[in-house]
Protein backbone atom coordinates (compact mmCIF):
# COMPACT_ATOMS: atom_id res chain seq x y z
CA UNK A 1 0.00 0.00 0.00
CA UNK A 2 1.61 3.01 -1.31
CA UNK A 3 1.44 6.29 1.39
CA UNK A 4 1.68 8.69 -1.49
CA UNK A 5 -0.92 11.50 -1.87
CA UNK A 6 -1.98 13.35 -4.68
CA UNK A 7 -5.27 16.14 -5.03
CA UNK A 8 -8.33 14.61 -6.46
CA UNK A 9 -11.72 16.71 -6.33
CA UNK A 10 -14.00 15.71 -4.34
CA UNK A 11 -17.16 17.65 -5.78
CA UNK A 12 -19.74 19.51 -3.79
CA UNK A 13 -20.95 23.27 -4.56
CA UNK A 14 -19.41 26.53 -2.63
CA UNK A 15 -21.82 28.40 -0.16
CA UNK A 16 -24.19 31.21 -2.28
CA UNK A 17 -21.95 33.79 0.08
CA UNK A 18 -18.60 32.92 -2.14
CA UNK A 19 -17.24 35.38 -4.65
CA UNK A 20 -17.31 34.31 -8.88
CA UNK A 21 -13.82 35.37 -9.65
CA UNK A 22 -11.77 32.14 -10.33
CA UNK A 23 -8.77 31.46 -11.74
CA UNK A 24 -10.35 29.70 -14.91
CA UNK A 25 -9.06 31.30 -18.20
CA UNK A 26 -9.32 30.06 -22.26
CA UNK A 27 -7.24 31.09 -24.66
CA UNK A 28 -6.57 30.42 -28.08
CA UNK A 29 -3.19 29.23 -26.74
CA UNK A 30 -3.30 27.69 -23.19
CA UNK A 31 -6.48 27.11 -20.98
CA UNK A 32 -6.45 26.54 -16.92
CA UNK A 33 -8.94 24.77 -15.39
CA UNK A 34 -8.52 25.30 -11.15
CA UNK A 35 -9.59 22.47 -9.08
CA UNK A 36 -12.08 25.01 -7.78
CA UNK A 37 -14.34 24.40 -10.54
CA UNK A 38 -14.52 20.81 -10.43
CA UNK A 39 -17.92 20.44 -9.25
CA UNK A 40 -20.81 18.10 -9.11
CA UNK A 41 -22.85 20.06 -11.16
CA UNK A 42 -19.94 19.61 -13.89
CA UNK A 43 -19.37 16.11 -13.83
CA UNK A 44 -20.24 13.68 -16.69
CA UNK A 45 -21.50 9.90 -16.79
CA UNK A 46 -19.71 7.46 -18.94
CA UNK A 47 -21.35 4.47 -20.68
CA UNK A 48 -20.38 0.86 -19.37
CA UNK A 49 -19.07 2.20 -15.94
CA UNK A 50 -21.38 1.62 -12.76
CA UNK A 51 -20.98 3.86 -9.51
CA UNK A 52 -18.81 6.24 -11.70
CA UNK A 53 -18.78 9.75 -12.85
CA UNK A 54 -15.97 11.86 -14.47
CA UNK A 55 -14.59 14.91 -15.05
CA UNK A 56 -13.55 15.64 -18.52
CA UNK A 57 -10.69 17.83 -18.58
CA UNK A 58 -9.75 17.83 -22.48
CA UNK A 59 -11.01 16.79 -25.36
CA UNK A 60 -9.93 17.15 -29.30
CA UNK A 61 -12.39 19.95 -30.31
CA UNK A 62 -11.50 23.41 -32.54
CA UNK A 63 -9.36 25.29 -30.44
CA UNK A 64 -8.38 23.14 -27.78
CA UNK A 65 -7.03 19.63 -27.89
CA UNK A 66 -6.04 17.92 -31.05
CA UNK A 67 -4.24 15.03 -30.14
CA UNK A 68 -5.54 13.66 -26.62
CA UNK A 69 -8.29 13.75 -24.16
CA UNK A 70 -8.23 13.56 -20.43
CA UNK A 71 -10.01 12.72 -17.57
CA UNK A 72 -10.23 12.43 -13.90
CA UNK A 73 -12.82 9.82 -13.08
CA UNK A 74 -13.96 9.25 -9.12
CA UNK A 75 -14.99 5.26 -9.18
CA UNK A 76 -17.27 4.49 -5.93
CA UNK A 77 -17.05 1.45 -3.50
CA UNK A 78 -17.48 -1.56 -5.92
CA UNK A 79 -17.80 0.92 -9.43
CA UNK A 80 -15.37 0.33 -12.19
CA UNK A 81 -16.39 -1.40 -15.50
CA UNK A 82 -15.33 -4.43 -18.10
CA UNK A 83 -15.55 -2.33 -20.68
CA UNK A 84 -13.86 0.89 -20.15
CA UNK A 85 -12.39 1.95 -23.58
CA UNK A 86 -15.00 1.79 -26.29
CA UNK A 87 -12.56 2.64 -29.53
CA UNK A 88 -10.07 -0.02 -30.18
CA UNK A 89 -7.03 2.24 -31.66
CA UNK A 90 -7.21 4.27 -28.65
CA UNK A 91 -4.65 3.39 -26.13
CA UNK A 92 -4.55 4.90 -22.25
CA UNK A 93 -2.58 5.50 -19.17
CA UNK A 94 -4.57 5.15 -15.96
CA UNK A 95 -2.80 6.91 -13.03
CA UNK A 96 -4.42 6.59 -9.62
CA UNK A 97 -4.68 9.53 -7.56
CA UNK A 98 -6.46 8.17 -4.29
CA UNK A 99 -7.45 5.13 -3.14
CA UNK A 100 -6.94 1.59 -4.87
CA UNK A 101 -8.62 -0.02 -7.93
CA UNK A 102 -8.00 -3.58 -9.56
CA UNK A 103 -6.92 -3.57 -13.26
CA UNK A 104 -7.15 -7.19 -15.27
CA UNK A 105 -5.27 -6.64 -17.91
CA UNK A 106 -5.18 -9.89 -20.75
CA UNK A 107 -6.29 -11.69 -18.33
CA UNK A 108 -3.99 -10.94 -15.10
CA UNK A 109 -4.95 -8.57 -12.31
CA UNK A 110 -2.57 -5.98 -10.66
CA UNK A 111 -3.52 -3.86 -7.56
CA UNK A 112 -2.80 -0.14 -8.02
CA UNK A 113 -2.81 1.79 -5.26
CA UNK A 114 -2.02 5.96 -5.29
CA UNK A 115 0.56 6.57 -7.59
CA UNK A 116 0.08 3.27 -9.76
CA UNK A 117 0.60 3.86 -13.14
CA UNK A 118 -0.57 1.87 -15.96
CA UNK A 119 -0.03 2.24 -19.76
CA UNK A 120 -2.84 0.00 -21.98
CA UNK A 121 -2.06 -0.21 -25.82
CA UNK A 122 -4.45 0.14 -28.44
CA UNK A 123 -6.39 -3.03 -28.89
CA UNK A 124 -5.29 -4.70 -25.04
CA UNK A 125 -8.07 -6.63 -23.30
CA UNK A 126 -8.56 -4.58 -19.71
CA UNK A 127 -10.73 -3.94 -17.05
CA UNK A 128 -10.74 -1.20 -14.13
CA UNK A 129 -12.69 -2.24 -10.86
CA UNK A 130 -12.53 -0.78 -7.06
CA UNK A 131 -13.16 -3.20 -5.06
CA UNK A 132 -12.31 -1.42 -1.73
CA UNK A 133 -15.49 0.12 0.19
CA UNK A 134 -13.89 3.75 -0.24
CA UNK A 135 -13.49 5.89 -3.05
CA UNK A 136 -10.97 5.60 -5.89
CA UNK A 137 -9.85 8.50 -8.32
CA UNK A 138 -7.57 8.99 -11.28
CA UNK A 139 -6.35 10.15 -14.23
CA UNK A 140 -7.08 8.51 -17.54
CA UNK A 141 -5.13 9.91 -20.24
CA UNK A 142 -6.42 8.87 -23.89
CA UNK A 143 -4.56 9.02 -27.65
CA UNK A 144 -5.31 7.59 -30.89
CA UNK A 145 -2.33 5.41 -31.44
CA UNK A 146 -0.38 5.73 -34.93
CA UNK A 147 1.57 3.12 -35.70
CA UNK A 148 4.74 2.66 -37.62
CA UNK A 149 5.34 0.65 -40.31
CA UNK A 150 7.72 -2.48 -38.87
CA UNK A 151 7.39 -1.41 -35.66
CA UNK A 152 5.62 -3.38 -32.94
CA UNK A 153 2.78 -2.24 -30.77
CA UNK A 154 3.98 -1.43 -27.33
CA UNK A 155 3.36 -3.65 -25.07
CA UNK A 156 0.87 -2.86 -21.71
CA UNK A 157 2.98 -2.47 -18.51
CA UNK A 158 2.46 -1.38 -14.98
CA UNK A 159 4.69 0.14 -12.43
CA UNK A 160 4.21 3.25 -9.94
CA UNK A 161 5.56 6.94 -8.97
CA UNK A 162 7.76 5.17 -5.76
CA UNK A 163 8.90 2.20 -8.70
CA UNK A 164 10.63 4.59 -11.26
CA UNK A 165 14.02 6.69 -10.12
CA UNK A 166 13.21 10.35 -11.51
CA UNK A 167 16.46 12.04 -14.24
CA UNK A 168 17.57 15.27 -13.00
CA UNK A 169 17.30 17.73 -15.83
CA UNK A 170 20.99 18.79 -17.45
CA UNK A 171 22.91 21.34 -15.46
CA UNK A 172 19.48 21.83 -12.53
CA UNK A 173 21.56 19.89 -9.34
CA UNK A 174 18.43 17.86 -9.04
CA UNK A 175 16.44 21.00 -8.80
CA UNK A 176 14.40 19.79 -11.78
CA UNK A 177 13.71 16.17 -12.58
CA UNK A 178 11.24 14.04 -14.65
CA UNK A 179 9.83 10.51 -13.72
CA UNK A 180 9.89 8.49 -16.89
CA UNK A 181 7.83 5.87 -17.00
CA UNK A 182 8.47 4.92 -20.96
CA UNK A 183 12.25 4.81 -22.54
CA UNK A 184 12.11 8.66 -24.85
CA UNK A 185 14.07 6.75 -27.48
CA UNK A 186 11.83 3.88 -27.73
CA UNK A 187 9.47 4.62 -31.21
CA UNK A 188 6.62 2.19 -30.67
CA UNK A 189 5.58 5.09 -28.00
CA UNK A 190 3.96 8.15 -29.84
CA UNK A 191 2.98 9.49 -26.32
CA UNK A 192 4.82 9.97 -22.93
CA UNK A 193 2.84 10.79 -19.55
CA UNK A 194 5.56 11.61 -16.76
CA UNK A 195 5.77 13.16 -14.10
CA UNK A 196 8.11 16.39 -13.45
CA UNK A 197 9.17 17.62 -9.81
CA UNK A 198 10.41 21.15 -8.91
CA UNK A 199 12.20 21.15 -5.55
CA UNK A 200 11.16 24.54 -3.96
CA UNK A 201 13.04 27.17 -6.31
CA UNK A 202 13.36 24.86 -9.05
CA UNK A 203 12.65 26.35 -12.13
CA UNK A 204 12.15 26.17 -16.37
CA UNK A 205 15.26 28.71 -16.90
CA UNK A 206 13.78 29.42 -20.47
CA UNK A 207 10.79 30.12 -22.50
CA UNK A 208 9.95 26.11 -23.67
CA UNK A 209 8.30 26.31 -27.24
CA UNK A 210 8.01 23.21 -29.41
CA UNK A 211 5.98 21.01 -31.31
CA UNK A 212 4.29 18.99 -28.36
CA UNK A 213 0.83 19.38 -27.41
CA UNK A 214 0.33 19.25 -23.77
CA UNK A 215 -1.78 18.10 -20.42
CA UNK A 216 -0.68 19.03 -16.65
CA UNK A 217 -2.21 17.98 -13.82
CA UNK A 218 -0.86 19.17 -10.96
CA UNK A 219 -0.18 16.47 -8.37
CA UNK A 220 1.47 18.29 -5.20
CA UNK A 221 2.62 21.68 -4.10
CA UNK A 222 2.22 25.65 -6.00
CA UNK A 223 4.03 27.33 -8.44
CA UNK A 224 3.93 29.78 -10.86
CA UNK A 225 3.53 29.18 -14.71
CA UNK A 226 4.37 30.70 -17.86
CA UNK A 227 1.75 30.52 -20.35
CA UNK A 228 2.31 31.92 -23.83
CA UNK A 229 3.81 35.81 -21.62
CA UNK A 230 1.28 35.38 -19.14
CA UNK A 231 2.46 34.50 -15.59
CA UNK A 232 -0.56 32.00 -14.14
CA UNK A 233 -0.31 30.91 -10.38
CA UNK A 234 -1.42 27.24 -10.08
CA UNK A 235 -1.87 24.44 -7.30
CA UNK A 236 -2.69 20.78 -6.59
CA UNK A 237 -5.57 20.14 -8.86
CA UNK A 238 -5.26 22.38 -11.41
CA UNK A 239 -5.08 21.46 -15.10
CA UNK A 240 -3.43 23.23 -17.62
CA UNK A 241 -3.63 22.30 -21.67
CA UNK A 242 -1.04 23.69 -24.06
CA UNK A 243 -1.58 23.79 -27.49
CA UNK A 244 1.64 22.89 -29.52
CA UNK A 245 4.43 25.74 -29.77
CA UNK A 246 2.75 28.15 -26.74
CA UNK A 247 5.69 29.48 -24.78
CA UNK A 248 5.92 27.80 -21.55
CA UNK A 249 8.26 28.44 -18.22
CA UNK A 250 7.70 27.73 -14.66
CA UNK A 251 9.24 28.84 -11.09
CA UNK A 252 8.45 26.74 -7.71
CA UNK A 253 8.18 29.09 -4.66
CA UNK A 254 7.63 26.16 -2.30
CA UNK A 255 6.86 25.41 0.94
CA UNK A 256 7.30 21.90 -1.17
CA UNK A 257 7.80 20.43 -3.96
CA UNK A 258 5.83 20.96 -7.13
CA UNK A 259 4.72 18.03 -8.95
CA UNK A 260 2.48 17.67 -11.85
CA UNK A 261 1.37 14.64 -14.36
CA UNK A 262 2.56 14.96 -18.28
CA UNK A 263 1.31 14.24 -21.36
CA UNK A 264 2.79 15.30 -24.94
CA UNK A 265 2.65 13.69 -28.11
CA UNK A 266 5.81 12.38 -29.12
CA UNK A 267 8.36 10.59 -31.57
CA UNK A 268 5.90 10.90 -35.44
CA UNK A 269 6.26 12.79 -37.99
CA UNK A 270 4.10 15.60 -38.89
CA UNK A 271 1.12 14.69 -40.98
CA UNK A 272 0.30 16.77 -43.62
CA UNK A 273 -2.57 14.75 -45.04
CA UNK A 274 -5.50 12.10 -43.91
CA UNK A 275 -7.48 12.46 -41.14
CA UNK A 276 -5.03 13.84 -38.18
CA UNK A 277 -5.12 16.97 -40.23
CA UNK A 278 -8.63 17.29 -40.80
CA UNK A 279 -8.84 16.21 -37.09
CA UNK A 280 -7.55 19.41 -36.14
CA UNK A 281 -9.06 21.91 -37.92
CA UNK A 282 -11.97 23.95 -37.14
Known sequence: MSDRTYYAPAGGLPPQTDLLTDRAIVTEAYQVTPRGVLRDIVTSNLPDWNTTRAWVLAKPIAGFSTTFAQLIVEVGAGGGSDKPEPEAGVESVVFVLRGSLVATIDGTEHVLDAGGYAYLPA????????????????????????????????????????????????????????????????????????????????????????????????????????????????????????????????????????????????????????????????
Request: proline share 7%; charged share 20%.
Open 123 to 282: GCSWTLHNRSSDVASFQWVRKEYEPLDGVAVPEAFVTSDDAVEPTPMPDTDGAWATTRFVDPTDMAHDMHVNIVTFEPGGSIPFAETHIMEHGLYVLEGKAVYRLNGDWVEVQEGDFMWLRAFCPQACYAGGPSKFRYLLYKDVNRQVSLTGSILGRSRP
